[in-house]
Nanobody
Framework: QVQLVESGGGLVQAGGSLRLSCAASGSIFSIYDMAWYRQAPGKQRELVAAISYGGSTNYADSVKGRFTISRDNAKNTVYLQMNSLKFEDAAVYYC??????????????WGQGTQVSVSS
């Protein structure tokens, strides 16, 4: 069984920073792309940033220059460094990973989500 566990969310003032982490564990053979999504109340879930196994990244236009995605393949962990946070960044942030399990099944997995709130 594979699971993703996120941490690092919380309340931060506008202009501040947070770092999210997401660790994958369980019967993992290999992890391919990893990504962060977010969903604000009343809105659809949207891609924030993604990173390949080799480190190639892409970002939503709204976070370019402010957020940085990275990963530690040895720890099966992906990070999201969020700087210069804005009110519109407030959302539940979800980790997603494309994982090949030891049983031979490859599919996407989701974390439980972590809340990011931005105050004035």
């Amino acid at each position: 069984q594979v699971q993703l566990v996120e941490s690092g969310g919380g309340l931060v003032q506008a202009g501040g920073s947070l770092r999210l982490s997401c660790a994958a564990s369980g019967s993992i053979f290999s992890i391919y792309d990893m990504a962060w999504y977010r969903q604000a109340p009343g809105k659809q879930r949207e891609l924030v940033a993604a990173i390949s196994y080799g480190g190639s990244t892409n970002y939503a236009d709204s976070v370019k220059g402010r957020f940085t995605i990275s990963r530690d393949n040895a720890k099966n962990t992906v990070y999201l460094q969020m700087n210069s946070l804005k009110f519109e960044d407030a959302a539940v942030y979800y980790c997603n990973a494309d994982i090949l399990s030891s049983s031979g099944l490859r599919r996407g997995y989701w974390g439980q989500g972590t809340q990011v709130s931005v105050s004035s």
